[in-house]
């Protein structure tokens, strides 16, 4: 089972950037596609990008299209979000997760091995 620490968020201003990074554990990492989500407070968790095993394809909500990147070195474990032009209505929890299947493009809707999250809060 893969195990996942999400790393790189905090405070910025609106107009900002981020990079999150996502650190896998296990020998499997590189057989899963995997997804970027989040949640603000009071609101449910929701989707934001995912990238399929071999990182040829990738997903994004509507709301991020064109200003979120999702990436993956599978050489490293680690799946990426740069996250630019952030807005205050950004700011939420990511979380990133495994889709549970191996070898998907990350369409299933069907994720685990939840990381812990990372707060993103963007100031305007």
């Known amino acids: 089972q893969v195990q996942l620490v999400e790393s790189g968020g905090g405070l910025v201003q609106a107009g900002g950037s981020l990079r999150l990074s996502c650190a896998a554990s296990?020998?499997?990492?590189?057989?899963?596609?995997m997804g970027w989500f989040r949640q603000a407070p009071g609101k449910e968790r929701e989707f934001v990008a995912t990238?399929?095993?071999?990182?040829?394809?990738?997903d994004y909500a509507d709301f991020v299209k064109g200003r979120f990147t999702i990436s993956r070195e599978n050489a490293k474990n680690t799946v990426y979000l740069q996250m630019n032009n952030l807005t205050p209505e950004d700011t939420a929890v990511y979380y990133c997760?495994?889709?549970?299947?191996?070898?998907?493009?990350?369409?299933?809707?069907?994720?685990?091995?939840w990381g812990q999250g990372t707060q993103v809060t963007v100031s305007s």
């Open positions: 997760a495994a889709e549970v299947v191996p070898y998907g493009l990350g369409n299933s809707q069907d994720f685990g091995s």
């Open positions: 296990g020998r499997t990492f590189s057989m899963h596609a």
């Open positions: 990238i399929s095993w071999s990182g040829v394809t990738t």
